[in-house]
């Protein structure tokens, strides 16, 4: 079957006026050389996928309410006027091995500028000083329990009889400064 309609010349035009690139037109960015609608689109439907797969996994696989506490409690640290106070000294990673010696409680050692803060970690909990000596109020941050609060004295040392499990770091409030400590695994 011949259609006469659509007889091709030479120079690629049909008898109707159009050419190949008129009937074929696949490239809708013609208007924009640039892409953009096209990068528009794709975002778009990125977007969706995106969003399909954030309600997959919501239903298939939730995430435990003790990981969004941990995370909120994580995100509660986020005070603008803290200070951290960065690890200088961890017994399981500095310290020189004790032959025969077993259960042997956790030195640490946290800096922030002129606040020093050494604590010993054992299963029964942990002990500190804050250098210089001052009185600070202590908190324990950890996991999906509730923080424990201590209380230094004017010499700056505190106690706590909390054994610590899993992640944790502490919040000093010392006057008018904030100090946080980087977060360890007990």
Same mark, same amino acid.
């Given at each position: 079957m011949n259609?006469?309609?659509?007889?091709?010349?030479?120079?690629?035009?049909?008898? /109707?006026?159009?050419?190949?690139h008129d009937l074929y037109d696949d490239d809708l960015s013609d208007d924009d050389p640039s892409g953009e609608q096209d990068r528009g689109d794709e975002e778009f439907e990125a977007g969706m996928l995106e969003e399909e797969l954030r309600q997959a996994a919501a239903v298939l696989d939730p995430?435990?309410?003790?990981?969004?506490?941990?995370?909120?409690?994580?995100?509660a640290l986020h005070d603008l006027d803290a200070r951290v106070a960065e690890l200088t000294f961890d017994s399981l990673v500095?310290?020189?091995p004790v032959r025969?010696?077993? /259960?042997?409680?956790r030195m640490l050692t946290f800096r922030a500028g002129e606040v020093?803060?050494?604590?010993?970690v054992t299963a029964q909990g942990l002990m500190g000083q804050v250098l210089p000596p001052q009185p600070a109020r202590i908190e324990i941050l950890g996991g999906p329990r509730p923080c424990s609060a201590l209380t230094a004295d004017d010499l700056g040392r505190f106690t706590g009889d909390v054994p610590l499990s899993g992640p944790?770091?502490?919040?000093?409030?010392?006057?008018g400064d904030?100090?946080?400590?980087?977060?360890l695994r007990a």
């Open positions: 259609d006469d309609r659509y007889a091709r010349y030479d120079d690629g035009r049909y008898d /109707d006026g159009l050419y190949d995430v435990p309410a003790e990981l969004q506490q941990i995370a909120v409690d994580a995100y500095d310290a020189l025969g010696a077993t /259960d042997t409680p020093t803060v050494d604590v010993e944790f770091a502490l919040r000093l409030r010392t006057g904030v100090v946080v400590t980087e977060w």
